[in-house]
């Protein structure tokens, strides 16, 4: 399944995204706030959807009833393109305690996301057809939202021998990536970029160094000094990928960045793209939105690879945004279990989840302060499957339906209610957050319903 009738991954047999079979939608959504920010949409409109498709944006009160949909009265409600998150951990095969891909998926919806992208650092790795067949026949059972797999770049994560990569494309790899970790030697990447020229599919890469990443458990600056703590210094993360766009320039090759930390970072892909490398990369909410002082309450909930960073690398990341440097957003949701987090900080895993949080964390602290407008990070929300060949979804008629209806004056308490991921490491967690996703339309189908929210059914 794709996401789109003209959406593409890009010369691979097999398709792309899959998910599990479910019923076409039939619904309006009366007078809500339409927002595509691409199609440069923002009105007042009744948004019928029929049979999994958008049949029409009529005006406000316009449309005439169908029988047997269902009808939303959504004003004051935003309807904008449902989320793709190209960076996400479902932790299947091996670690279903923490998420699987039902949990992942349902945690993907209520979030406001028509699609995401897992990474490949499962238990074993996703590293060779077999593996990824397997996960990719129980994403067509359990996935209720599309799902695109990365299969990893080297043959058990160990960073030498490459896998084979056509052979993944043609069993349905969206692209490669050894996520969680970085790939250290230079000419084992080399090699890799010269593959991806051939079999397609973007490789995404982590940028570390670790030999300057060593020990540390955050970001190095005067909190790590403050708090006697190892640390890692941002130049772990900008000298790596300093060298891997300067090697994807002399390949050819198409690289994304993954989980952008720094300023430094920002300023080498800015480079990079000045030069003509063929680079695109991703930030997530947590590093737009906090930063190292959170971990002075020694709470591992914050902890996560890249680190949070200080505030002065939070504002490059949100001026890239802005500025288009940085091109998407990405969650990095990355499920653990409480025995895993709940340790003294330096023991504790690395990774937060956060697919139900991207949308309210980034409006709560940076649209409704005014930092960035909700249209830049509505669109950068919107396009992260781009880098991967997953067109952006549109509002528009004749397309599958993939919306997201948001109440942006909702405040709700983090956790409150629970998560529908299965782990609840989410470091936005306890916080008041103001914007909730109400419904998500996935792939044509109703994805996810707020359990407190009604609607009503035309006879
Ligand atoms: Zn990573
Ligand atoms: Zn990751």
Redesign the pocket.
């Known amino acids: 399944m794709n996401l789109s009738e003209n959406g593409s991954g890009g010369g691979a047999g097999a398709p792309t995204l899959v998910s599990r079979p479910a019923r076409p939608a039939t619904l309006i959504l009366r007078s809500a706030r339409l927002l595509d920010p691409r199609k440069g949409l923002d009105a007042s409109r009744d948004l019928v959807i029929r049979e999994g498709s958008i049949a029409e944006l009529s005006e406000p009160g316009g449309a005439p009833e169908i029988q047997g949909a269902e009808v939303v009265d959504a004003e004051g409600l935003l309807a904008v393109p449902a989320f793709v998150d190209p960076h996400v951990h479902f932790r299947v095969p091996g670690q279903e305690h923490k998420e699987d891909l039902e949990t992942g998926t349902r945690s993907a919806a209520a979030g406001g996301y028509c699609a995401v992208i897992a990474m490949a650092n499962t238990s074993p790795p996703i590293d060779s057809a077999a593996v990824l067949g397997s996960v990719r026949d129980r994403a067509e059972r359990e996935a209720s939202v599309p799902v695109g797999f990365i299969a990893t770049v080297t043959r058990e994560m160990a960073g030498e021998e490459l896998t084979e990569m056509a052979e993944l494309r043609d069993a349905g790899a969206i692209g490669f990536s050894d996520?969680?970790l970085p790939i250290a030697n230079a000419r084992v990447l080399r090699r890799a970029l010269q593959y991806q020229r051939l079999a397609g599919g973007v490789i995404a890469l982590?940028e570390e160094d670790p030999d300057l990443s060593g020990e540390g458990v955050m970001h190095e600056g005067e909190v790590s000094a403050a708090l006697g703590m190892a640390a890692i210094p941002s130049v772990s993360e900008s000298t790596m990928i300093a060298r891997d766009c300067s090697l994807a320039l002399y390949e050819e090759a198409r690289i994304h960045i993954?989980?952008l930390s720094a300023r430094a970072s920002v300023e080498e892909i800015a480079r990079a793209k000045a030069a003509g490398v063929q680079v695109t990369c991703e930030a997530a909410p947590h590093h737009l939105a906090l930063t190292d002082e959170a971990i002075r309450s020694l709470d591992a909930r914050f902890k996560m690879?890249p680190p949070l960073r200080s505030e002065d690398d939070r504002r490059a990341l949100i001026d890239g945004l802005r500025d288009g440097t940085i091109d998407c957003v990405a969650t990095?949701h990355a499920p653990h279990a409480s025995e895993d987090k709940e340790v003294p900080f330096e023991e504790a895993a690395m990774g937060v989840t956060g697919l139900e949080t991207a949308f309210a964390a980034l409006h709560t602290d940076l649209v409704l302060p005014g930092v960035l407008p909700l249209e830049l990070v509505v669109e950068r929300m919107t396009c992260g499957g781009e880098p991967f060949g997953i067109a952006a979804p549109r509002i528009e008629p004749g397309a599958i339906a993939n919306v997201a209806l948001i109440d942006p004056e909702l405040t709700w308490r983090v956790g409150e209610q629970g998560y529908e991921s299965r782990s609840h490491n989410n470091c936005f967690g306890g916080r008041e957050l103001t914007g909730r996703v109400l419904m998500t339309v996935a792939a044509g189908r109703v994805a996810f319903r707020q359990r407190s929210f009604a609607m009503g059914v035309a006879s």
């Open positions: 996520d969680g982590h993954q989980h690879n990095d």
